[in-house]
């Protein structure tokens, strides 16, 4: 299994500042076939199923605000939250897809400072 | 637009089979050609992928569940269920059903989420 490990465990940022969590695969989850990272991140607010926010490491899901970025390649990824708003309180997955069984980071608790 | 309700008993006895159904609407299982997915979460926990299926039936299982796991599609009904037995309390979770997000792909991302049921194991 590819074990998917973020860092750190929670963050608090102040609002309007840059938050920065990371992500790193046992592994690398990329397929040199196609150059792509089989890398994507959730964000989860209380009593809400994950919702997608980037794909492919670094494409962002239709309506997710380009605030929300992601980077990185092989095994060492990073999501970014460029200005945050309060609304962006929630714990944040990482999660491969490279291979089965397709398995997650433990999560990253995002609260404002 | 598409939706995903999951349902099933909120409380099971340990050593019994957990059943839950996850119902699509707003589009078709069959016709489209999408992987669907079971993924729990434990109270206060992260999240586990536990199995996926494609409408014809072709499943894949987390190696860690696979023996107690059955998934299985009711292209009829527009549902996909799960199977989980001999259940303890360590699989007391939230019970999530998805779709992954490309064509064909039997590993992605998932784009589209249930709300979710909480399923507690207990005498």
């Known amino acids: 299994d590819i074990v998917m490990t973020q860092s750190p465990d929670s963050l608090a940022v102040s609002l309007g500042e840059r938050a920065t969590i990371n992500c790193k695969s046992s592994q690398s989850v990329l397929y040199n076939s196609n150059n792509k990272n089989y890398l994507a991140w959730y964000q989860q607010k209380p009593g809400q199923p994950p919702n997608l926010l980037i794909y492919w490491a670094s494409t962002r899901e239709s309506g997710v605000p380009d605030r929300f970025s992601g980077s990185g390649s092989g095994t060492d990824f990073t999501l970014t939250i460029s200005s945050l708003q309060a609304e962006d309180v929630a714990v944040y997955y990482c999660?491969?897809?490279?291979?089965?069984?397709?398995?997650f980071g433990q999560g990253t608790r995002l609260e404002i400072k | 637009q598409l939706q995903l309700q999951e349902s099933g008993p909120g409380l099971v006895r340990p050593s019994e089979t957990l059943s839950l159904t996850c119902t699509v609407s707003?589009?078709?299982?069959?016709?489209?050609?999408?992987?669907w997915g079971w993924i729990r979460q434990p109270p206060g926990k992260g999240l586990e992928w536990i199995g996926s299926i494609y409408y014809s039936g072709t499943t894949y299982y987390n190696p860690s569940l696979k023996s107690l796991v059955t998934i299985s599609v009711d292209t009829s009904k527009n549902q996909f269920s799960l199977n989980l037995s001999s259940v303890t309390a360590a699989d007391t979770a939230m019970y999530y059903c998805a779709r992954l997000r490309t064509l064909f792909s039997p590993t992605d991302a998932f784009d589209i989420w249930g709300q979710g049921t909480m399923v507690t194991v207990s005498s």
């Open positions: 999660q491969q897809y490279y291979s089965t069984p397709i398995t």
């Open positions: 707003g589009g078709s299982i069959s016709s489209s050609s999408y992987y």
